[in-house]
């Protein structure tokens, strides 16, 4: 009512727990935001009935010691970083591209927006991550940018770079804020 706000070109986008909130912004308020895009932290919360198929971008590093890309949650790195030490890898099994925890809830949200889930298309955008698209309805698509040897972190972020011993690697390859944006703009 006191500003001008284009109410068709409203998103979500967060970090983490934000990502989290995204996510649950998508299942819970899909008839009042266009696209989301959750960094580090997809979650697909159950029960999840969005009014609407939403456009989805996410992003997940593979080396991520907090969220751990196939399933978990990873204490170690903040019982280190809070001991004053140098985080540790959370393990030395590499990670399974296709596998349970990001993967699997990327293909759910895939499945729950209308595309074939089986669709899963790979597209190299540098040394260090892949674009993962599906066959989907085109106001729906679902975009995972997967970062090989990435941490829990928002890929070209400065600050995300200064706390590296905590979150692990941050990428420089994409900009999660211009992907994001560019995802964005389609919606």
Do not use: K
């Not at 590093?61 to 280190?80: E, K, R």
């Not at 200064?162 to 944006?181: H, K, L, N, Q």
Request: contains cysteine; aromatic residues 6%.
């Amino acid at each position: 009512a006191e500003r001008c706000v284009d109410t068709a070109r409203v998103y979500a986008t967060g970090l983490s727990n934000g990502a989290m909130m995204a996510s649950a912004v998508a299942c819970t308020m899909a008839d009042r935001v266009a696209a989301v895009a959750p960094v580090a932290g997809l979650a697909l919360p159950e029960p999840c009935e969005p009014a609407r198929p939403v456009p989805i971008l996410t992003v997940h590093g593979t080396a991520d010691p907090i969220l751990l890309f196939n399933g978990g949650v990873g204490t170690g790195a903040l019982t280190a970083a809070l001991a004053g030490q140098e985080a540790s890898p959370t393990t030395t099994v590499p990670p399974d591209l296709d596998g349970a925890g990001y993967p699997d809830t990327v293909r759910r949200w895939a499945d729950l927006d209308g595309c074939d889930a089986g669709s899963a298309s790979d597209e190299r955008v540098s040394d260090e991550v892949i674009r993962r698209t599906f066959d989907c309805p085109e106001d729906a698509p679902v975009e995972f940018l997967i970062v090989e040897g990435g941490g829990h972190s928002w890929p070209s972020s400065e600050f995300s770079r200064s706390i590296e011993r905590v979150v692990g690697p941050t990428t420089g390859d994409i900009d999660a804020s211009a992907e994001a944006w560019r995802f964005f703009q389609r919606f």
